[in-house]
């Protein structure tokens, strides 16, 4: 493992897993993230109870 | 109750990340980038993430909600309403077939990771190493035995999932080709994939969204703690066999991350030096198509699944939520446990020669089990660790079927269980297709390059040009912005205006152009190989019968119009 593979995998893993906590932290400190925020398996397709 | 709500907001991360988690950040990822320059590859898969993966996801959310104003759920109709021209709807064809031509192959490993999960459980691994421990035990009588036995255990693991999969080299088998790979197919995989099917089919067709909303809040912690538990004991393998000093797990990062490419030539390892890698049409190529696919960008889901949102929601966060996630799974569990144990237990020739066929796919079936011979309760982690990518995958497979279910429903007014017949009908002829004529996983292979690489970038470049271009930034962006919570960056309209389409346009037309004029190793085996032949005809003949039916559905939406105008103007 060179000195160069060790800086990429440092920023990458880190640069990463930064932008994952503060969204985190951006929906924890957000009002009504519970209703505004959504995945698609909480989204329902109109057609769901058909 | 502030405590409640601290819970239910760690659900809606959780559910959102789970969301994204699929099959393409632990196994696809780490040999896509060790095939493309290794470290090297992280540049533009960085590059590609901020400025075509997030955009684009940003796009088809916007896109999408404003043709679920419109009354569509589908490209073909969301295209349409945006560019009031019937012609655009049939490049909307795209966004129905790629997530239903993944879809076939994916179900595939989805199955195989369930079939992992299950022998690893019922004690069939266990069996199969012990066996061959036993053979070592009776021909050999060193020193170094554990070790052996070890190293056996893991050979026969390998040789027994080969099998397992239905790809065993057609040398270690006197039987001809199709009947020993349906032999193979029906003994291994057949079952646990008519299994996926039904699970699939039968979530899909009585609605699913509680029951996969539950899983991706309970189910996402136990992945993630599997995946450091894992993580943990890779990074602490050292020097398994002290016979192979450069077997190390120092050797095995440096293999994933220095940024040095390696490739064969006659058989001997020749490294591709970081300036060599960068050059490379196909390296940018293959890191688009590694941020598409695990984001689920340019397939055309998102866009579906944007269509159900309200007026106030926040697409921006929802999205940005999502590809971090997404990100930090791959990267961070994903980049730091498959190639380093593959580089270990399998060595660095295979690794090489998988991404050289484009099997990335398939290197983590191979190589975790090495890692799981090495763990205290290896056998309950490998069942618990496929069993929840199991879980992970059906989240991701089943919204690959509801643009295609949306689209038959608006576009030819077919009913929900109808529409899920229909799908069921062309994914399993698809599937067997995968599965049966998979002629050492070519067939898979070449449909994931073409679908998940190709048609993916050109429904990308034309996704963001319809929004830039035609539909408009002002409009497009104050739909993204409304509702939103963060601050869009400044950036933005230029980087989608400009960058993101010409970066797209220079990646695709220089990657075409090299693989054209230097008949690169896809469009050569397209030349050669009648299994390539057929997968591509395969995937045209999908492509012709989905137009027709926009086509059709097209002509529906005029015929609604007209009705609607004449209603009005008769009430006028």
Redesign the interface.
Do not use: R
């Given at each position: 493992?060179?000195v160069?593979?060790?800086i990429?995998?440092a920023?990458?893993?880190v640069?990463?897993?930064g932008?994952?906590f503060?969204?985190?932290r951006?929906?924890?400190i957000?009002p009504g993230?519970?209703?505004?925020?959504?995945?698609?398996?909480?989204?329902?397709?109109?057609?769901?109870?058909? | 109750m502030a405590k409640e709500k601290w819970g239910s907001k760690l659900g809606v991360i959780l559910a959102v990340t789970g969301s994204a988690v699929g099959l393409g950040n632990f196994l696809r990822f780490p040999g896509v980038a060790c095939a493309n320059g290794g470290g090297a590859f992280m540049i533009p898969y960085i590059i590609a993430f901020i400025l075509l993966g997030l955009p684009i996801a940003w796009v088809e959310w916007a896109m999408g909600r404003y043709g679920g104003k419109k009354g569509f759920s589908s490209a073909p109709g969301i295209f349409r309403s945006i560019t009031g021209c019937n012609r655009t709807a049939q490049i909307g064809t795209l966004a129905l077939i790629v997530p239903v031509i993944i879809y076939m192959y994916y179900v595939s490993i989805e199955s195989w990771c369930l079939g992992y999960a299950w022998k690893y459980w019922t004690g069939g691994m266990q069996e199969v190493v012990i066996q061959a421990q036993e053979a070592v035990t009776s021909v050999d009588n060193t020193d170094n035995l554990s070790i052996l036995q070890k190293e056996a255990g893991i050979i026969a693991t390998k040789e027994y999932l080969l099998h397992f999969a239905g790809i065993v080299p057609e040398s270690e088998d006197s039987a001809s080709g199709n009947f020993r790979i349906l032999r193979e197919f029906s003994k291994g995989t057949m079952p646990f994939l008519l299994l996926c099917f039904a699970i699939n089919f039968i979530l899909i067709y009585r609605g699913i969204n509680k029951g996969i909303e539950w899983f991706c809040k309970w189910a996402m912690p136990a992945l993630l703690l599997c995946a450091l538990f894992i993580l943990v004991r890779v990074l602490t393998l050292g020097t398994p066999n002290p016979d192979l000093p450069d077997a190390s797990i120092i050797n095995g990062l440096g293999f994933m991350w220095n940024p040095i490419g390696h490739n064969l030539v006659d058989g001997k390892i020749v490294e591709v030096g970081f300036w060599e890698a960068l050059s490379n049409p196909q390296t940018w190529l293959a890191a688009a198509g590694q941020i598409f696919f695990s984001l689920s960008v340019g397939f055309g889901i998102i866009m579906t699944y944007a269509s159900y949102t309200k007026d106030d929601d926040d697409i921006a966060l929802s999205s940005l939520s999502a590809a971090s996630g997404n990100g930090f799974f791959e990267v961070a569990l994903g980049g730091m446990i498959v190639i380093p144990a593959a580089f270990i237990f399998l060595g660095p020739e295979s690794i090489i020669a998988a991404g050289e066929k484009g099997s990335s796919l398939s290197l983590g079936f191979f190589a975790l089990p090495g890692v799981f011979e090495h763990m205290p309760a290896g056998h309950f982690f490998g069942g618990l660790f496929f069993f929840l990518l199991f879980m992970a995958a059906i989240t991701s497979s089943l919204s690959m079927l509801q643009p295609a279910i949306a689209f038959l429903e608006e576009g030819l007014g077919l009913g929900r269980h109808a529409a899920v017949t229909l799908l069921g009908f062309i994914t399993a002829t698809g599937a067997l297709f995968v599965s049966l004529i998979s002629n050492n996983l070519t067939v898979l292979d070449h449909m994931d390059f073409w679908t998940a690489n190709f048609c993916i970038f050109l429904l990308a470049t034309i996704e963001v040009i319809f929004f830039a271009w035609i539909m408009g930034l002002d409009k497009g962006l104050a739909e993204l912005a409304h509702g939103a919570e963060i601050q869009l960056p400044k950036a933005l309209p230029f980087v989608l205006k400009y960058i993101t389409p010409v970066f797209l346009l220079i990646i695709f037309g220089s990657w075409l152009w090299k693989e054209i004029l230097s008949s690169g190793p896809y469009v050569q085996a397209l030349k050669e190989d009648p299994v390539v032949q057929l997968t591509v005809g395969f995937i045209i003949s999908i492509f012709i019968f989905f137009s027709i039916l926009v086509r059709i559905a097209v002509k529906r939406w005029d015929k609604v119009e007209e009705n609607i105008s004449n209603s009005e103007e008769v009430s006028a």
């Open positions: 493992m060179t160069s593979g060790w990429i995998m920023t990458s893993v640069g990463m897993t932008l994952f503060w969204c985190i951006k929906v924890l957000t993230a519970t209703e505004h925020i959504h995945s698609q398996s909480d989204l329902d397709p109109k057609d769901q109870d058909e | -």
